[in-house]
């Protein structure tokens, strides 16, 4: 047990106290001998639903692109549910959610889960890995992308292109509620994975925040815009051109970018 005590210490200039009696302080200790038994039981739960992760990344590196890094889909998938815990216990509130949801789901899950080594129940079992093979899948096989073309020269990128993030540009064409929705529509634009060196750079100029392991693809402009007054674009009132934001980058980044292109375009050869 953590006792709480206070200690006054009197100096030559001035009276000072230290207090060792903030409960948030002793929460935190407690919370700091506990934590690695939390990781181990936590990482003990993220191991039962390890498949459902990775037949969704791998589905969404089937239909989007082989750049796809299906690691860092499920490590940002595993960061966004413990995001999302955080709901269970809310700030402010007496109601402590945290066991009323563990009743709850205990409740029909320990009967239909008996003797199985799924963590769910056989008809949420099978709901969910229905869903991971198959929502993500919006484009047949016999349908090949078209990467071909002026579009897919390498000699029309140059230091005065301009380039907008992936993430704006789906905002920019109203996309914006569904994250990525740029990439699975339009697989026939150039994007390109920016790597830690480039996210670096572009954080620091302040054309997109730090982002740590999540992905960051970079768009031509100048194919935004041509969607933009295509006919599916033109009169839609939710497209916000405004939202791109374009910016150039240095000539060792178009560097890699047209090698980018290259290697995307002759895959398909």
């Known amino acids: 047990m953590i006792k709480h005590r206070q200690i006054h210490r009197r100096g030559r200039r001035s009276h000072m106290t230290v207090s060792y009696t903030d409960p948030q302080v002793s929460m935190d200790l407690l919370r700091a001998v506990l934590q690695p038994s939390f ?11 390890q498949k459902f992760f990775e037949k969704a990344a791998e589905n969404v590196k089937e239909n989007v692109g082989d750049d796809i890094q299906t690691d860092q889909l499920i490590r940002e998938a595993c960061r966004n549910v413990l995001e999302h815990a955080k709901q ?6 007496v109601k402590r959610a945290g066991p009323e949801v563990a009743i709850k789901r205990s409740r029909p899950a320990d009967e239909d889960c008996s003797q199985r080594g799924s963590p769910l129940p056989k008809k949420v ?3 969910l890995t229905s869903l991971c093979l198959f929502v993500l899948r919006v ?7 078209k990467r071909e073309g002026p579009k897919w020269d390498p000699s029309r990128l140059n230091d005065s292109s301009t380039f907008v993030l992936g993430s704006r540009a789906n905002k920019a064409l109203g996309m914006g509620g569904t994250r990525g929705r740029i990439y699975i529509k339009h697989a026939d634009l150039f994007k390109y994975a920016a790597d830690a060196k480039d996210k670096q750079w572009l954080a620091e100029r302040h054309h997109m925040r730090a982002t740590g392991g999540k992905m960051a693809y970079l768009l031509i402009e100048e194919d935004i815009q041509d969607l933009s007054r295509s006919d599916e674009y033109k009169d839609c009132p939710d497209v916000r051109m405004d939202e791109m934001k374009p910016f150039t980058v240095p000539q060792w980044m178009v560097e890699k970018m047209k090698r980018a292109m290259e290697a995307q ?4 050869l």
């Open 88 to 93: 269970l216990f809310p700030e402010g509130e």
């Open 139 to 145: 484009k047949p096989k016999s349908d090949p992308i």
């Open 39 to 49: 990781n181990d039981d936590i990482m003990a739960v993220f191991r039962k639903y």
């Open 265 to 268: 375009r002759d895959a398909d």
């Open 125 to 127: 079992d099978d709901h």
